[in-house]
């Protein structure tokens, strides 16, 4: 029997899929091509009969990455589409989990098996939503002096994800949830864009709740950076200036992408390249969408009135996959940070610890832990803070990057964890603590546990056995005060 759900664009026929109810690549935005690109989503014309909804749409333009939660990647420029798994298209206003996908804002879609929300919708009765939106330099290249029409092409993948909350805004109600029962969440650049998402007051009122993992409200460029990065692309396709840029293909595009990347984040260094240790196309500070840095808004009130929870994971950039490493390296990136007396502390907390150790210790705290911890203290509502120290059998990755999702979407099922994971007995028990509190905070606003407050600094820890720890690894948080 066919499954047909009404949007304000016209109907479309989805699927059951997992016990559940799935409607995917539902069109919130008109596709970005030709004249389009570079510009803000504009509506979709709709359709009049009903729409295939069944199988999901391509991903944003990209260069795959390869990583171990990516299947293959077909992409095109129709990518600003959505996902939405319901179980049942009623009336009973359920509370909605908008999901943003990671991938260092160049990779990434919402289609990843690791983000299938069959379980959250079953466990905790929610509307589970994937997106996708533009990535790399088609939503990232800043050309805002080049005229109004491009105001806010450094920050266009922002932006669409704003326009994804307004469709869910707008029709999720067909779906069975209720507007104004909407949480957002997102790993690494998903969770950077929450919150980026938080500081900006266009995004103001489309979420109640909020969950950053492994990704705060740092990760932005300043405004001189984001022209660098574009003056740099521009020259890269052998322009001057928006002209013919249009023209170019899409390979053309991605190509000269790698080329600024290369250029901006290798030899001399990224930090010496832009003044901020942030990458090449990243959300752009300066325009209507984000008019201060994200963490200044937040401090100042903006999302006050939003439920947030944030945390990282223990040893997020073992997957950078550092390999043997000399102390004198882990010496150069502490003095490229600014935090040779942070090392000190570190190797004084850690006494024994090796190099390759002290240098995933110090990248992680500076890329995750401390940022998460500035977005509690600096949040003016209600914040939970965790961390996840669960460790995978594999090598020596401990508790790394990614490591948390499937078992916050409880499918460690799912192609591809079970190799994550490493070879031993299925850790259901950890993903039951981990998927059940995010369950709590996207269906109560309340994960379970005490909240942050900087008196006692309550972390909940997930491990074999979890639990709230007050202020973990007191001595090196401390080291960070009064660094950025």
Known sequence: MAVIAETQSGSIQGREKDEVLLFAGIPYAAPPVAERRFRPAE?????????????????????????????PVHWGEDCLTLNVQSPALDDAGRPVLVWIHGGGYRNGQGAVPWYNGARFVANGDIVAVTINYRLGALGFTDLSRFGNEFAASGINGILDQITALEWVRDNIANFGGDPAKVTIAGESAGGFSVGTLLGSPRAAGLFRGAIAQSGAAHHCLPKRAGEIVADRFLEALGLDSVVGLEAATVDAILAAQVDVCEALERGPGLTSALDVPVSAFYPVIGNDILPAPPLDAIRAGLGADVNVLAGSNRDETTLWGYGDVEMTRVERTADRLGTRE????????????????????????????????????????????????????????????????????????????????????????????????????????????????????????????????????????????GLR
Do not use: K
Request: with cysteine; proline share 7%.
């Open 43 to 71: 509506p979709h014309g709709g359709w009049t009969t009903v729409r295939d909804a069944r199988e999901f749409g391509p991903a944003a333009p990209q260069i795959a990455s390869g990583g171990i939660t990516d299947p």
């Open 342 to 481: 942070v090392l000190d502390v570190y190797r004084r907390a850690r006494a024994g610890a090796c190099a390759r150790e002290l240098m995933t210790a110090i990248t992680t705290d500076h890329m995750f832990r401390i940022p998460a911890i500035r977005l509690a203290e600096a949040h003016g509502g209600n914040t939970w803070l965790y961390q996840f120290n669960w460790r995978s059998r594999l090598g020596n990755l401990g508790a790394t990057h990614a490591l948390e999702i499937p078992f916050a979407f409880d499918n460690l099922h799912q192609r591809g964890v079970a190799a994550f994971v490493g070879e031993g007995c299925t850790p259901q028990h950890v993903a039951d603590a981990v998927h059940g509190t995010w369950t709590r905070f996207i269906r109560d606003g309340d994960p379970g546990f005490p909240p942050y407050s900087t008196a006692r600094r309550e972390t909940m820890v997930f491990d074999d056995t979890s639990g709230v720890v007050q202020d973990p690894d007191a001595e090196e948080r401390a080291a960070w005060d």
